[in-house]
């Protein structure tokens, strides 16, 4: 199994999920510009079977269209954020399905907190796949319409309870370095340490 961290544009954070045996991949959040994404399931000669969207954002979902034109390949998203997205969502994915491609495991999470329907993907018990959901060093904004501090405090104190070895792959490249590992984030990110919900509201 690899994943390949694909940066679009300025700071968005594309995946590129593959099974070395079958070839089989998935890519989560294609954002505005697939074009790397697709150079790179090209030159390894991937079989795309899935794009996931880990929530609703344009800058995360934009190029959903060009992919699904250029593959046979079906779209995944919560039930609650395929609402908001302007494609026909293939898969709807609840809180704690899993979807195989070739001899890799995705595990889907419900992590409301950014928007109400955002997901977390976990593969193989190796890598946490966060979306807008959790940055190296913070969070994702909760200010916008469907977002919530509750539930992003509530999700966060869930995300500490996963195992620490994962490596979190943010949607985003905000923090000091491009990934880390949770048992760090769970050390020293602001919004993971705050122990209630006041404390992390209180966060600027
Ligand atoms: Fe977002």
């Known amino acids: 199994m690899t994943v390949e961290q694909i940066l679009v544009g300025r700071d ?6 593959y099974c070395k045996e079958t070839k089989q991949a998935a ?7 697939a074009s790397k994404a697709m150079k790179c399931i090209g030159e390894l000669n991937l079989d ?4 996931i969207n880990t929530h609703h954002h344009h800058d995360h979902t934009g190029d959903n269209i060009r ?15 395929s609402e908001k997205i302007p494609e026909d969502i293939d898969i709807t994915v609840a809180d704690q399905e899993i979807i195989k491609i070739g001899n890799v495991q995705m595990i889907f999470i ?28 913070d969070c994702g904004r909760t200010d916008l319409p469907d977002g919530s501090n509750k539930q992003m405090f509530t999700t ?3 995300l500490k309870e996963l195992p620490d070895e994962l490596i979190v792959y943010p949607g985003h490249d ?8 949770l048992v760090n984030q769970k ?16 966060i600027p």
């Open 27 to 33: 890519l989560v959040d294609p954002g505005s510009n």
């Open 187 to 202: 050390k020293t990110n602001k919004t993971m340490l705050a122990d209630s919900l006041d404390t992390f509201s209180a």
């Open 110 to 137: 419900h992590t409301p907190g950014h928007t109400s329907g955002s997901i977390c993907v976990v593969v193989d018990a190796s890598y946490l796949l966060t979306g807008d959901t959790l940055f190296i060093g």
């Open 48 to 51: 795309l079977k899935y794009v």
């Open 174 to 181: 905000y923090g000091k370095k491009p990934f880390d590992t």
């Open 156 to 158: 966060l104190q869930m």
């Open 67 to 81: 992919m699904k034109e250029a593959y046979d390949c079906k779209l995944i998203a919560s039930h609650i954020d």
């Open 12 to 17: 968005n954070f594309s995946y590129l999920i």
